[in-house]
């Protein structure tokens, strides 16, 4: 169990770099357009990184279940929890930063979190925690769910394909 929430973690954390990349590469070419392009490319990178390692998951699982070795659900929680540790735990200290104003995280939060950056530039463009509003933080939230439902959905349809043959 442990093998395969680190395993996800670790495909978390190359995905996001590599839209951390993506990030960089695109910003250079300007506004408008441009930034709706990078949003869906690092969506995108991020969507088929999780998925792809899913639909291997779910093929190692369905070899261990042929052998008789049991998979466990817990396993599955586990790994989707493990690709949504980061997005929440910034999204929390966000909220504590906007809300607190003690000190500045949004722009951190960006840098955590490169696939959605330009969704967070599209909904408050300013660099300060302080002028994000409570509409604006709750319109972040439902970008933390993304990495979990990139990993569960695919990797249960493809169990479930499996099981159907």
Do not use: H, W
């Amino acid at each position: 169990m442990r093998a395969k929430t680190i395993k996800a973690f670790l495909r978390y954390i190359a995905a996001e770099l590599l839209c951390l990349f993506v990030d960089i590469m695109l910003a250079a070419l300007g506004k408008g357009v441009f930034r709706v392009i990078c949003l869906v490319c690092t969506v995108s990178v991020l969507i088929c990184v999780l998925a792809d390692f899913a639909l291997k998951e779910a093929a190692a699982d369905r070899k261990r279940e042929r052998r008789g070795e049991k998979v466990s659900r817990a396993e599955l929680i586990c790994a989707a929890a493990a690709v949504t540790v980061i997005p929440l735990i910034s999204y929390a200290v966000l909220c504590i930063s906007a809300l607190g104003g003690v000190f500045e995280f949004y722009g951190i939060f960006k840098l955590v979190n490169p696939a959605f950056m330009q969704l967070y530039n599209f909904i408050e463009p300013s660099a300060s925690s302080a002028d994000l509003s409570a509409r604006e933080l709750a319109a972040f939230l439902p970008a933390a769910a993304v990495p979990a439902l990139a990993f569960s959905v695919p990797y249960m349809l493809a169990k479930k394909r499996q099981n159907n043959r």
